[in-house]
């Protein structure tokens, strides 16, 4: 029998059994009791003698009852029966309106009345996760013959969320009840879903969390919130064997998309407002009556005080679950209507806010706060006017909210009213040829970046539902853990702008009917999200560009990777994540954990022993350590080649689009600036080994001799300058050499070289120091370059005496001249300086000859000493080098050069701008002869 059309008619349904009292309740903005029905296919009062068809004969398998024709149709799991099927139906008891009351109270069953209901319409599932696909079809069927079309977006997201708790929640058998009350006024449509585990309670502090902007967003438990945001009533009711839970939708007059909107509530006039407060205590007596409470039922306090409270109301209860006077002041908290007796007699229509208060035992007073029945919207707010069909959703989440919240909420709605197992909310990254995960809830795995295009392609601008990923998609399959899948696009002006998609582990888990609610969300959303991720798009471009740069000149000039891996880990924490850590690989594919950075600090050592050691294994394919972070890796890489990856962990279980692209680029960023170390490292080590060679692995010891050298090449970094010196034996005598090359760097250390290896290589052939400097001269005029590079040298020879001290054959091409201290304090210089090698082929060179006494300090220098500047004054004006060394009589060769040096340093506040190079030399007082 299909869902008729059924006539409304006059006379009162029996009374059910008992009273009794109910279990506890808790609900929302209100809360009701109804006896649990069994499953029934139809029922409806017959008038008239005929049914809604126009039949006069009542049917075969259905009884008259009180005036009330019951059909069961219902087989097992809800199937319904064939017409044949004659099993003696059941009584149906008369349904009970129920009373509002508050988020305290602990019954719903309160002062309840008797209604008409003309349609019901119900039917039953086994607790499986495809109820709630067959719920929402059966809804969706229902409210099509009701001609209540225009409310089946909303019925069908709340009755999804109810089956989908129930199944989650209590995993029995479930019956689903779609109830409308034509006689009220406004009309209302109630559904209803019964399970059989009534110990599994709603919520374990009683109070169902309003979802407000800018308010945490807990990962569960909001199903409830949202049926009281967009039910008008809801509320559940308890019995010793199943649980109902309900919404209430209330109908504006008005059939299919013809809803009016409700004018706000009469009211009486203020003048006439009287505020009673009634206090009884646990015996129900009156014990407080103010003068409110007079002027609006007449009893003075004198005569009130000390009464029976039952004796000033005259209670109605109605129905088996109906509340006494007495289990209702036991109530924690309840409103709602009543009648009161006046001092004249008669009844007074009065609205009442009752509380308990808290206490030992004899100590409980019971507070009721009464106004007349025309102001009952001071003690409770009036009903929301009907808004405009189909647009519940669409106001819900048209708040002002940032992106990020207004996404998280789409998802949970998403989640809520499908009964998948995760949805997500995708938007399309830089390009819009592809769409990445931008918001998530459920059991999300910490989805980042792109995704396969597939099905969220730009152009596919339909709801699909696909039964198996693996059988299509395997790589979308592995990126969402799942298998069934169905979405719905965002469109605006013909262009998808994103998508609503929602999972689930299990194929074949979503049917067609659900792309038709996904497909009402994404339109209702659509706009809104579009603004906002325009809107979001701006801060997050100024932000990204901020974070960038300050990331970029952090980084800028690092060329050590192990500084870079601790500068990107800091980046990120605690900014983006909770954790983080930087592996690098080698040039030879070696991978290493670099660096580790926790928010907590005292977390880096335990951190670093939970995260797994790579090696060679690919940083994609590494399995990272589960806990309540959400664990995901990012690729380090630049010109096709990876440095390695940034893992992060964060505690959020999905992470937006515009951190995993602020993210990508980061790592893009320290990418670039660890190949840019990579290549300075490599470059460094090369430039190293070769400019160690161009001076000497050590300094020939001397007997006799004590030696010192400083060299500081002005280039930071640089091993060797312009400026080089050599100090080696020969034969029976030592030779030493010290130069200096026209300019500075590489083009200069070129030279160097060549003039060192020339300066050994003759001297060891024993050429003479003159012939020295003339075979150097011709090399270097042979080799020039074009750019005029020329040499100052100072080449001596010392060959010891045989009472003590040395003789020093000594030449300077353009260099100069050394100085040589005296054991009695005198400073002397001892070669006279001549043409720079490298500027006249035939120029001709000669040596000078002096003795090298004991105790006496030869001191040679380049002219980074000599010209060492502060301003216009060079420090050797006046003879100021000189001066320096004459103050250092009877001092070591170490501490000579030592001295000379600090000056050279301090002698003006800005550092050297050329080469620094000195050679010092001391004669002890007798000399071995070289062997």
């Given at each position: 029998m299909g869902h008729g059309r059924l006539a409304a008619g006059g006379g009162?349904?029996?009374?059910g059994p008992s009273r009794r009292r109910a279990s506890a309740l808790r609900g929302g903005?209100?809360?009701?009791?109804?006896?649990?029905?069994?499953p029934l296919r139809c029922a409806f009062r017959r008038t008239g003698g005929h049914d809604a068809k126009g039949t006069s004969e009542t049917p075969r398998n259905a009884r008259r009852l009180a005036g009330v024709v019951v059909f069961r149709h219902l087989g097992a799991g809800g199937i319904p029966r064939s017409h044949g099927d004659h099993r003696q139906p059941e009584v149906a008891r008369p349904p009970v309106c129920h009373s509002e009351s508050d988020q305290g109270a602990t019954s719903s069953d309160v002062l309840g009345r008797i209604v008409d209901t003309t349609r019901v319409s119900s039917t039953a599932f086994e607790g499986t996760p495809h109820a709630p696909a067959h719920a929402r079809k059966f809804v969706r069927q229902v409210l099509g013959e009701w001609r209540l079309s225009h409310l089946a977006e909303d019925a069908v997201?709340?009755?999804?969320e109810l089956v989908t708790n129930a199944v989650v929640h209590a995993g029995t058998g479930i019956e689903l009840t779609c109830r409308l009350d034509v006689d009220d006024g406004p009309a209302k449509l109630e559904i209803e879903v019964d399970d059989h585990l009534p110990a599994r309670t709603i919520d374990e502090c009683g109070v169902m969390p309003a979802v407000t902007p800018g308010s945490e967003v807990r990962p569960s438990g909001r199903g409830l919130a949202l049926a009281g945001m967009l039910a008008d009533a809801w509320g559940v009711t308890y019995t010793r064997t199943a649980k109902r839970v309900w919404v209430r939708l209330e109908l504006a007059d008005g059939g299919d998309g013809q809803e009016a909107v409700a004018g706000p509530p009469a009211t009486a006039s203020v003048d006439t407002l009287h505020v009673g407060v009634v206090v009884s205590d646990d015996d129900g007596l009156v014990r407080s009556w103010n003068s409110e409470a007079q002027q609006l039922l007449g009893?003075?306090?004198?005569?009130?005080?000390?009464?029976?409270?039952?004796?000033?109301?005259a209670w109605r209860g109605h129905g088996p679950y109906a509340l006494s006077l007495t289990d209702t002041l036991g109530l924690g908290r309840w409103r709602g209507e009543a009648r009161m007796r006046h001092a004249d007699g008669r009844l007074v229509p009065v609205y009442v806010s009752h509380l308990r208060t808290k206490g030992r035992a004899r100590e409980h007073r019971s507070i009721w706060m009464v106004v007349a029945g025309d102001h009952r919207y001071v003690l409770t707010p009036p009903p929301a006017p009907r808004r405009e069909a189909g647009r519940r959703i669409k106001d819900l989440l048209d708040q002002d909210m940032p992106l990020p919240e207004l996404l998280d909420t789409i998802a949970r709605i998403v989640q809520m009213s499908s009964g998948g197992d995760a949805a997500y909310v995708l938007l399309p990254a830089e390009g819009g040829n592809r769409f990445g995960v931008a918001a998530g809830a459920g059991a999300t795995a910490g989805l980042v970046g792109m995704l396969a295009t597939g099905v969220f392609g730009a152009e596919r601008k339909t709801p699909t539902v696909i039964e198996d990923l693996l059988a299509g998609d395997v790589e979308l399959a592995e990126q969402l853990r799942a298998r069934s899948l169905a979405c719905a696009p965002?469109?605006?002006?013909?262009?998808?702008?994103?998508?609503?998609?929602?999972?689930?582990?299990?194929?074949?888990?979503?049917?067609?009917e659900l792309t038709v609610s996904l497909q009402h969300i994404?339109?209702?959303?659509?706009?809104q999200v579009q603004r906002e991720r325009l809107a979001e798009q701006d801060r997050a471009h100024r932000g990204r560009l901020s974070f960038l740069a300050e990331a970029g000149e952090l980084l800028a000039g690092v060329h050590d990777e192990e500084l870079i891996a601790a500068l990107t880990a800091q980046l990120v924490v605690p900014k983006i994540a909770t954790w983080a850590a930087v592996y690098l690989t080698d040039l030879a594919g070696m991978t290493r954990l670099a660096h580790v950075w926790h928010s907590e600090e005292h977390h880096n050592a335990d951190l670093r022993k939970s995260l797994p050691a790579v090696s060679r294994a690919a940083l994609d394919e590494v399995s990272w350590p589960s806990g309540p972070e959400a664990v995901l890796s990012f690729p380090l890489l630049t010109q096709g080649r990876s440095h390695g990856a940034l893992v992060i962990g964060?505690?959020?279980p999905t992470l937006p689009l515009e951190v995993a692209d602020l993210l990508a680029d980061l790592c893009r960023l320290v990418a670039l600036n660890l190949h840019t170390a990579m290549l300075y490292a490599r470059q460094a080590t090369t430039s190293r080994v070769l400019q160690r060679s161009l001076l000497p692995m050590r300094v020939a010891p001397m007997p006799g001799l004590e030696s010192a050298v400083v060299y500081e090449p002005a280039e930071e970094g640089a091993d060797v300058g312009g400026d080089f010196y050599d100090l080696f034996t020969v034969g029976d005598h030592w030779c030493f050499a010290l130069g200096?090359?026209?300019?500075?760097?590489?083009?200069?250390?070129?030279?160097?070289?060549?003039a060192r290896h020339a300066v050994r290589l003759l001297a060891k052939e024993h050429y003479t120091v003159a012939d020295i400097f003339d075979r150097l001269n011709q090399a270097l005029l042979e080799d020039d370059d074009d750019e005029g590079r020329f040499l100052s040298l100072l080449c001596g020879e010392l060959t010891p005496l045989p009472q003590g001290g040395a003789l020093c054959t000594i030449a300077s091409a353009g260099h100069p001249p050394p100085l040589l201290l005296r054991a009695d304090g005198l400073v002397e210089a001892v070669a006279t300086p001549q043409l720079l090698l490298g500027i006249e082929a035939g120029a001709r060179f000669y040596v000078e000859t002096f003795e090298l006494a004991p105790d006496d300090v030869l001191l040679c220098v380049t002219d980074g000493v000599t010209e060492r500047r502060d301003g216009t004054r060079l420090l050797d004006d006046g003879n100021g080098l000189a001066a320096l060394l004459a103050q250092c009589r009877g001092l070591s060769a170490h501490a000579v050069a030592e001295r000379v040096r600090h000056t050279v340093e301090t002698f003006a506040p800005e550092p050297s701008q050329d080469d620094v190079a000195l050679l010092v030399i001391k004669a002890a007082a007798a000399l071995r002869p070289v062997r």
């Open positions: 009162s349904l029996g009374s903005r209100a809360r009701r009791g109804r006896p649990l029905r069994r997201l709340l009755t999804s009893w003075p306090p004198e005569q009130a005080i000390g009464r029976p409270l039952a004796d000033l109301v965002l469109l605006l002006a013909g262009e998808v702008t994103g998508y609503l998609a929602v999972t689930a582990e299990q194929p074949g888990r979503f049917d067609q994404a339109d209702q959303v659509a706009v964060r505690t959020e200096d090359v026209c300019g500075s760097g590489p083009e200069a250390a070129a030279v160097t070289g060549l």
